[in-house]
């Protein structure tokens, strides 16, 4: 259905990573009142998966036109997003360097130890602002003759947004050959690329779905903006621009903070992996999920259709011993 569409669109390039669709799964949660589903970008094909992968097929496609020789990113230490961009650098055989805030860890474990056993070089910047600190590793690197290529945090620009541009699309034409069609869709959202590229997709459509963005960022007032900002460039991009269809973000799960968990959260992951055997992580995920659970179940005729959440990954986060403790408490 919306194959030629895709076709005209000025698509820039990108190395497939992906393989073919990930699954679209019913849930058998008792809550999920038969009308919600998991889109399994857990399961992308490299590095443990994650939506970091959709966008690094775009980033990485201009890393290699550039002809860079050093793939920098940042994120916290636990960073999904620097896990799988250290993954795929090694995998295109080129050296990648992690900038992380605070101190060198003292332990390495869940993405941390995943980031080394991939190869990456790991920067602890101290008390310097990541992106003050990313901008002067950058400078100090070209100085020393390299070529590096900078990914933002999250890889969350145009062309990372475009990778969940391209998935809408994906899920819809999944949706449509299980023979059901999805009314909502929601997500977990950081650095805002992902629900960046849902909303931009979804102004291409006569009838809009409903898109529900969970912040799981505190104190982030300028993430509607930057989602907004992302959407629009992608339209721009791709010559299609028009006007951007409602989406809503609901901070209200994201409890005391980024990274902090929530009992509602821990509760939802060990919930989830008991019913449907499938893990969410503590970061996103599981705030997500707690978001669904709750409008699930104080449900008047807010989802009168099935719901999808966007499975985005961050599984091995819970290696990490602060996360694994925590956990421990509710099993
Ligand atoms: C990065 C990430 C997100 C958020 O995606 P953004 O594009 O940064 O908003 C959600 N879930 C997981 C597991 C992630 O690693």
């Known amino acids: 259905m919306f194959n030629s569409l895709l076709q005209r ?12 669709p990930t699954p679209l799964q019913k849930s058998r949660l008792a809550w999920s009142d038969d009308a919600l589903y998991w889109k399994r970008d857990d399961l992308t094909p490299y590095g443990l998966g994650g939506n970091k992968l959709r966008k690094l097929e775009f ?50 474990g869940g993405n941390l130890l995943l980031d080394r056993l991939a190869g990456a070089e790991i920067m602890a910047c101290g008390d310097e602002p990541l992106d003050q600190a990313v901008e002067r590793i950058t400078s100090e690197k070209k100085s020393q003759g390299f070529h590096p290529y900078t990914i ?14 391209l998935a809408f699309f994906e899920l819809l034409k999944q949706a449509e050959e299980q023979g059901w069609a999805p009314g909502n869709l929601a997500c977990a959202v950081g650095s805002a690329g992902t629900l960046a590229g849902l909303v931009a997709a979804n102004a291409l459509l006569p009838q809009p779905l409903r898109l529900l963005g969970i912040n799981v960022v505190q104190n982030s007032d300028q993430l509607r903006s930057q989602v907004e900002k992302l959407a629009t460039e992608v339209l721009d991009l791709l010559h299609a621009p028009c006007s951007l269809p409602p989406f809503e973000i ?23 992996f008991r019913t449907d055997g499938i893990l969410f992580d503590p970061v996103y995920t599981s705030k997500g999920v707690a978001a669904v659970k709750h409008l699930l179940q104080g449900k008047n005729q807010e989802f009168p259709e099935s719901i999808v959440f966007w499975h985005t990954g961050g599984g091995p986060a819970i290696f990490d011993p602060h996360y694994y403790k925590e956990l421990l408490d509710y099993t």
């Open 152 to 165: 933002p945090l999250g890889g969350s620009n145009t062309l990372g947004s475009l990778g969940y541009f």
């Open 250 to 272: 609901t901070t209200n799960f994201v409890g005391p903070g980024y990274g902090l968990p929530t009992p509602a959260s821990s509760e939802v992951i060990i919930e989830c």
């Open 59 to 108: 980033l990485m496609a201009e890393a290699l036109a550039q002809k860079a020789d050093l793939i920098i990113t940042s994120g916290a230490p636990q960073s999904n997003h620097a896990r799988l961009t250290a993954v795929v650098s090694a995998m295109l055989k080129l050296p990648s360097l992690i900038v992380i805030p605070g101190e060198t860890p003292s332990e390495w």
């Open 9 to 20: 669109l000025p698509l820039p390039p990108r190395i497939p990573l992906m393989g073919g």
